[in-house]
């Protein structure tokens, strides 16, 4: 799911001016973080150059995307960054569970599927 909601994105007005980087490759992964840790959760490097995940990384991108960038203001504050935090967090363990429902063909029994 993870891939076809990046492509999602991708996908949107202004993403031309994101640097889309894929973790799945362990010499993209940040600096800071094993590649393992890059996949577990959603990640991105602000204007500032922090790098931030789940729900935050979420209200990052949003902010730079103009279709978006409301829901990303509506996320700007301490009070609705943590629920969009909890939010992800609880979204997390239900998500491998959704996987099945947005694939393009049934995986084969040979492939290890990643969460992200």
Known sequence: MCRSEIAF???RSGADAIDWIDVSQPDNAPAEI???AAMARFHVRTETGELVNGGIAFAHLWKQLPRFR???LAFDTPVTRWILNVA???FLPVRPHLQKFFRDEPPTKDI???TS
């Open 70 to 72: 409301w829901l990303g």
């Open 34 to 36: 094993s590649c393992e």
């Open 9 to 11: 994105y991708q996908r």
């Open 112 to 114: 290890k599927e990643t």
């Open 88 to 90: 992800y967090d609880l």
